[in-house]
């Protein structure tokens, strides 16, 4: 069993950056991959980044591919998500999830675990 919890997030202004982080429980985290989701209200899911477990590939979603970086700290059981130059349409809850894979992957039917969920709002 894996438990991720997430900290980070808040309300920034347009422009502004925040970082997202999610700490896991276990011994196996670097053999997950891990990824970020986010949920806008009235709004499905839909994938943001996800990263390998030896963190040598990434993948980003079109919308936020150059604002947003993706980065673990096998050490630290960690991985975070940095979101720089946040747009209004960025807000939404964020979540952090982990599959029991080698390779990142960007369905969210493919993950096994998933964090408690984060609110980010980004004002105009």
């Known amino acids: 069993q894996v438990q991720l919890v997430q900290s980070g997030g808040g309300l920034v202004q347009a422009g502004g950056s925040l970082r997202l982080s999610c700490a896991t429980s276990?011994?196996?985290?670097?053999?997950?991959?891990m990824g970020w989701f986010r949920q806008a209200p009235g709004k499905e899911r839909e994938f943001v980044a996800t990263?390998?477990?030896?963190?040598?590939?990434?993948y980003y979603a079109d919308s936020v591919k150059g604002r947003f970086t993706i980065s673990r700290d096998n050490a630290k059981n960690t991985v975070y998500l940095q979101m720089n130059s946040l747009k209004p349409e960025d807000t939404a809850v964020y979540y952090c999830?982990?599959?029991?894979?080698?390779?990142?992957?960007?369905?969210?039917?493919?993950?096994?675990?998933w964090g408690q969920g984060t609110q980010v709002t980004v004002s105009s």
């Open positions: 990263i390998d477990w030896s963190s040598s590939s990434t």
């Open positions: 999830a982990a599959a029991g894979k080698s390779y990142g992957v960007s369905r969210a039917q493919e993950y096994d675990y």
């Open positions: 276990g011994r196996t985290f670097s053999s997950y991959a």
